[in-house]
């Protein structure tokens, strides 16, 4: 059974059965003695509770489905901006605030001539020429200490070694305290100009 499932599934006793198991030992009880009006007041009170139950689990059965309703809908969203990431023309790599990729496009695999298992986990400077990565480690940290995108050119090579200059775009995600939670980066291959 999953998560969703046990959840959103109906409560083990149902109500209605219970409310009627009640009016029948009511009715069983019978008039007469002094016991039985203490029954009698005791069936009452019971029947008070369950119709006081009764109006919680409605109120709770309209709470599962507008949560479900929001779950769904929570669930179509995410789909769409996964859709958005995967199939946008431009790469699109997500890392860690250290720099560690995360995530990464197709577009941002094609132009780096790899797979999304290959580079899951790696620092982005790894695709960089060795005497660069310390400058793009330094020029991480003014990122994340940025409010606004940051926006550069650099050189770096593919997986396979073939170099590229390229235009990064830089954006820090931000948790609701401000807090740096992942960079975003944008990367487009620059035309070389042809010789003439």
């Not at 019971?46 to 929570?74: G, I, P, S, V, Y």
Request: hydrophobic share 40%.
């Amino acid at each position: 059974m999953t998560l969703r499932e046990r959840i959103f599934e109906q409560p083990p006793v149902k109500i209605q059965t219970l409310r009627q198991r009640v009016q029948s030992l009511y009715q069983q009880a019978g008039p007469g003695s002094q016991t039985n009006t203490v029954l009698s007041r005791a069936f009452e009170e019971l029947a008070h509770a369950l119709e006081e139950l009764q109006a919680a689990d409605r109120a709770l059965q309209q709470q599962r489905e507008e949560a479900l309703n929001k779950q769904t809908e929570l669930e179509l969203e995410s789909q769409r901006y996964k859709d958005l990431f995967d199939y946008a023309p431009a790469g699109y790599i997500v890392t860690s605030i250290d720099g560690a990729i995360r995530q990464a496009n197709p577009g941002a695999l094609a132009l780096l001539e790899t797979s999304d298992r290959a580079v899951v986990g790696r620092p982005l400077a790894v695709f960089l020429p060795d005497g660069q990565r310390r400058a793009f480690r330094d020029k991480i940290a003014q990122v994340i200490q940025a409010f606004a995108p940051q926006e550069w050119t650099l050189s770096m090579c593919s997986w396979e070694g073939t170099p590229l200059e390229v235009r990064l775009t830089a954006s820090v995600l931000r948790g609701a305290s401000g807090r740096p939670l992942a960079v975003y980066w944008l990367i487009s291959a620059l035309d070389k100009p042809s010789a003439e």
